[in-house]
């Protein structure tokens, strides 16, 4: 994981990618026999599935997410960066200071109970930020 050293810099504690698909248990068949990615089914507080796979090291935490949806799910189409940050409200407001556009206010994920944001990027593609 690239860490970002300067004092403007969001404090990011964990990293995660979100892969909506139209079938959990086809697409961990793909990932897990075609590209060798172990990961583990999981059912969320919903009952539906998702397959989840998690690395870890002395830079923080990656977490690849196949989620049920479809290819408009996410802002920027069926792929959605996430990252856990530190100081999650002191972000957000230093965020809004600097004038970030934001697609989504506070709210909660589906089946999650974490707190989180979507700002914009240049380009228009949403990123998560979710409280640590």
Same mark, same amino acid.
């Given at each position: 994981?690239?860490s %970002?050293?300067?004092? &403007? *810099?969001? &404090? %990011?504690?964990?990293?995660g990618? &979100?892969v !909506?698909? /139209?079938?959990v248990l086809r *697409?961990?068949?793909? #990932?897990? $026999?075609?590209?060798?990615?172990?990961?583990?089914?999981?059912?969320?507080?919903? =009952?539906?599935? !998702?397959?989840?796979?998690?690395?870890?090291?002395d830079?923080?935490?990656?977490?690849?997410?196949?989620?049920?949806?479809?290819?408009?799910? +996410?802002?920027? +189409?069926? @792929?959605?960066l996430?990252? /856990?940050?530190?100081?999650?409200d002191?972000?957000v407001?230093?965020?809004r200071?600097?004038?970030?556009?934001?697609?989504?206010?506070? =709210?909660?994920?589906?089946g999650?109970?974490?707190?989180?944001?979507?700002?914009?990027?240049? $380009?228009? &593609? +949403?990123? @998560?930020? #979710?409280?640590?």
């Amino acid at each position: 994981m690239v860490s %970002i050293h300067h004092e &403007n *810099a969001v &404090n %990011i504690v964990s990293a995660g990618v &979100n892969v !909506y698909v /139209s079938d959990v248990l086809r *697409a961990h068949r793909w #990932y897990s $026999d075609v590209l060798g990615l172990k990961m583990e089914i999981t059912p969320d507080e919903q =009952s539906s599935r !998702y397959c989840e796979s998690r690395s870890a090291d002395d830079q923080g935490l990656v977490v690849f997410r196949l989620l049920p949806g479809s290819a408009t799910r +996410g802002l920027s +189409g069926n @792929v959605q960066l996430a990252f /856990s940050v530190a100081q999650f409200d002191k972000t957000v407001a230093e965020l809004r200071a600097i004038g970030a556009t934001f697609a989504r206010e506070r =709210s909660l994920e589906q089946g999650c109970v974490l707190s989180c944001v979507t700002v914009l990027d240049p $380009d228009g &593609n +949403g990123v @998560v930020l #979710y409280e640590k």
